[in-house]
Nanobody
Framework: QVQLVESGGGLVQAGGSLRLSCAASGSIFSINNMGWYRQAPGKQRELVAL???????RYADSVKGRFTISRDNAKNSMYLQMNSLKPEDTAVYYC?????????WGQGTQVTVSS
């Protein structure tokens, strides 16, 4: 069984920064695509950023130039550096990864940006 655990959420003022972390643990043989999703109240979950095992990262248009996704394969971890945060970035952020050819989700971490 595998587990994804996010950390790093919190309350920040508009224009501020946060760094989210996601760590995978358990019986891991392979991790393919990893990504961050978010869900705001009353809205559908949406992709924020995706980082493949090989290749370039992809970002939602709304976060391009402000967020940076990265991963450390040796640590089975992924990160999301969020700069120039806006109130509309407020949401629960979820880590997703394809582990052992199966998609897994973290429990989510709340990010709140005050104006």
């Amino acid at each position: 069984q595998v587990q994804l655990v996010e950390s790093g959420g919190g309350l920040v003022q508009a224009g501020g920064s946060l760094r989210l972390s996601c760590a995978a643990s358990g019986s891991i043989f392979s991790i393919n695509n990893m990504g961050w999703y978010r869900q705001a109240p009353g809205k559908q979950r949406e992709l924020v950023a995706l980082i493949p095992t090989v290749g370039s990262a992809r970002y939602a248009d709304s976060v391009k130039g402000r967020f940076t996704i990265s991963r450390d394969n040796a640590k089975n971890s992924m990160y999301l550096q969020m700069n120039s945060l806006k109130p509309e970035d407020t949401a629960v952020y979820y880590c997703n990864a394809v582990i052992n050819s199966r998609p897994s989700w973290g429990q989510g971490t709340q990010v709140t940006v005050s104006s």
